[in-house]
């Protein structure tokens, strides 16, 4: 945010993981070594943090937090397995409220046992079944969290319908809706997604809805 490095991806060293440079390529720096993906980094509004998701600890991408220099790697969510959905569920695209306190990302959190009550929710994604999973399937939406990991709040497709039926039409159960990619607004009053509301999740547009902290 203050012009001064970018944060990026590469697998330049054998495995993905994020790196820093100045805005003209000088200034290389390689954040973090671990050997599993890193990827999606994205900076504080103060350029003091960076949140990123990573494939350590459980396979799964959760989110993590870390210094600019890549010390002090915290990890903020952890969502499975569980007795009920015997997967880990994967946490990604973090992005940093316009104060810093808060962090919204996509996150596969809701289990669901049959595949029209999936469809009938909050999904980002086209249904996953797993034959072995005594859930059925699982479906992505968004959530917002302290930077700390506290006071967790999820964000479902019902909820942006409640608030924003001209624009995020009512649908039948058999009709898809699929959210995800969210981003806070610069002043933190809107959040800015991506979605389909076409029934197939193929018809992708983006979408702007209200914010105030409670949602």
Same mark, same amino acid.
């Given at each position: 945010p203050d012009g001064q490095w970018i944060a990026f991806v590469s697998n330049q060293d054998g495995t993905q993981d994020i790196y820093r440079s100045r805005p003209?390529? +000088?200034g290389l720096a390689r954040l973090t070594a671990d050997a599993a993906e890193d990827s999606k980094p994205t900076w504080? @509004?103060?350029?003091?943090?960076?949140?990123f998701a990573s494939r350590r600890?459980?396979?799964? !991408? =959760?989110v993590f937090r870390m210094d600019p220099n890549g010390g002090n790697v915290v990890q903020l969510t952890s969502n499975g397995p569980t007795l009920d959905f015997p997967h880990v569920i994967p946490d990604r695209h973090p992005h940093f409220s316009?104060? &810093?306190?808060?962090i919204i990302y996509s996150s596969k959190y809701e289990c *669901?046992? +049959?595949?029209? !009550? +999936?469809?009938?929710? =909050?999904?980002s994604v086209? *249904?996953?079944i797993i034959p072995e999973n005594p859930c059925g399937a699982n479906c992505e939406g968004m959530r917002v969290m302290d930077i700390d990991g506290d006071n967790l709040i999820s964000i479902t497709s019902d909820d942006l319908t409640n608030a924003n039926a001209a624009v995020w039409p009512t649908r039948a159960d058999t009709e898809a809706r699929y959210v995800g990619h969210p981003s806070?607004? @610069?002043d933190g009053t809107k959040i800015v997604f991506? &979605?389909?509301v076409d029934g197939q999740g193929r018809n992708w547009e983006v979408y702007v809805a209200d914010w105030d902290g409670s949602t």
């Open positions: 003209d390529g +000088t504080s @509004p103060t350029s003091a943090q960076i949140a600890n459980d396979a799964a !991408r =959760q316009h104060d &810093g306190t808060k *669901v046992k +049959t595949e029209a !009550r +999936t469809v009938a929710s =909050q999904c086209p *249904v996953e806070f607004s @610069p991506s &979605g389909a």
